[in-house]
């Protein structure tokens, strides 16, 4: 059966890398019916609207989507397309590779960053000129959703639940009994550690961590984090998983200061069409398309933000070059 595979590109390198991933799609010996929308700066300057309609629902009926970057816009984006699939985990791997200068090349981590709640929930208002206020919402049912998912992914190895519970009692106290409590009817081992300490202690030495299962922000910030460990924003991939759905997107931004040079390291989205490949259940394409890419982060060619000159599109054809 075709795939309906849903294309999102964005702003900035957004429309370099998602193009680079579509490239190496093609190169697979599976067939996709790819639609490509807009969303994004671009278009609501364009159009005033950011996530048009038409985008939004083609997101929620696709078998997955493939999303690029937005750039100011970005929350009016991505927020609701994590909604419109019911995303209730984010899983952004970040791992070194040889071959790549890495602060930590012993880093080998895996976030699965809770995604519907939290400080995201959207209750934030501005009551007077000096005073703001933002409402943090943290519900049993999206910890749970959270913690079956990671009972499932770590059943050997086990989790360790990243929280601040010593300060926010009630939300992240609520957040992190739940996700241990599902872990222990399920026999599968987790521990938990306060999430300020985490940001040392994986600096420090990684290889401490394995899978971190985190309230919303902070799986947003601390994922940026291990980024800087293994070599850079260029290198992290995410799914945002529902149920049926999934919307696949580097975690980096549009990266304004590189947009349009052609040089964007294509690795984070080639890895997240990987993730939508294996979440399709396309596994040995999966892998084919993983083991390309550590190969060419292995020998060559890379980008310049790992030091090298190459291009984006020398780097996508290396890749494609490795799977044929
Ligand atoms: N999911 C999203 O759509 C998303 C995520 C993060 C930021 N943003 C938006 O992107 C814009 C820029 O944000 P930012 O600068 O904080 O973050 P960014 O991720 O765009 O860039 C941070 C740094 O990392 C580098 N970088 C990122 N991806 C790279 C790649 N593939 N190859 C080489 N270098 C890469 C950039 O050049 C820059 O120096 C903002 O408008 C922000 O709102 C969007
Ligand atoms: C742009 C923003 C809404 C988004 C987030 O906070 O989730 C981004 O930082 C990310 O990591 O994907």
Known sequence: MTDEIVVVPGDGIGQEVVPAAIDVLEALDIEFAFREVDAGDAVKEATGEALPKETR???????????????ETAADVILPLRRAVDSFVNVRPARAYPGVDALRPETDLVFLRENTEGVYAGHEARLTDDVSTLTRVVTKNASQRLAEYACEYAAEEGFTVAHKANVMRETDGLFRD??????DEHDVPADTVLMDA???HVCLDPS?????????LAGDVLS????????????LPSANVGPERGVFEPVHGTAPDIAGQGVANPTAALLSAAMMLEFLGHESEAEAVETAVEGVLSDGPHTPDLGGSASTAEVTHAVIDRLS
Do not use: I, K, M, R
């Open 57 to 71: 629902e083609a997101v929620a009926s696709a078998d997955a989507t493939l999303f690029g970057a937005a750039g």
């Open 208 to 216: 401490q961590f394995d899978v971190v299962v985190c309230p919303n």
């Open 178 to 183: 739940t996700v241990l409590e599902v872990a």
């Open 198 to 200: 985490f940001a040392t």
């Open 224 to 235: 940026d984090l291990a980024a800087g460990l293994v070599g850079g924003l260029g290198l």
